[in-house]
């Protein structure tokens, strides 16, 4: 979605890809969690679009990842358990290859919170406590 920025082609990363330090991406990367763990799922998605948008390898795959992830429970939230399922399912894949720990969180636990989460969500009429990022020290 595309709401309040202007139309550009996803792989013209040349607005912004030059100043985008790592100092950016980090202050990035931690107010997607903050959104995340506040149960912004939509504004976390577009926070962390702007930096899946430029990077490269495994962490344009991790953002991915995290994309998906949250997408994933915004689909729960709205009642849609087929679309939560299968797109968890593209999500855990991304993710899952990655260790337990990695920048900076605890991405295992978040696997198994998102995991539960909807599990629990498609048993039941009421949506559990949405899942949280542990950020590690």
Not at 46 to 72: D, H, M, N, P
Request: hydrophobic letters at 40%; aromatic letters at 8%.
């Amino acid at each position: 979605m595309n709401e309040g920025r202007p139309n550009r082609d996803k792989n013209d990363k040349s607005d912004l890809h030059d100043t985008l330090d790592k100092n950016d991406f980090d202050e990035a990367f931690e107010r997607g969690v903050a959104l995340f763990n506040r149960g912004d799922f939509f504004a976390c998605h577009e926070v962390w679009e702007e930096l899946w948008l430029r990077s490269t390898g495994a962490e344009k795959i991790f953002y991915q990842g995290l994309i998906q992830t949250a997408a994933a429970i915004l689909h729960a939230e709205r009642g849609n358990s087929r679309g939560a399922s299968s797109t968890w399912r593209k999500a855990h894949a991304k993710l899952a290859m990655l260790p337990a720990r990695h920048q900076g969180i605890a991405l295992g636990e978040l696997l198994d919170a998102v995991a539960k989460f909807l599990t629990d969500a498609s048993a039941s009429a009421e949506l559990p406590a949405r899942p949280r990022i542990v950020v590690c020290e």
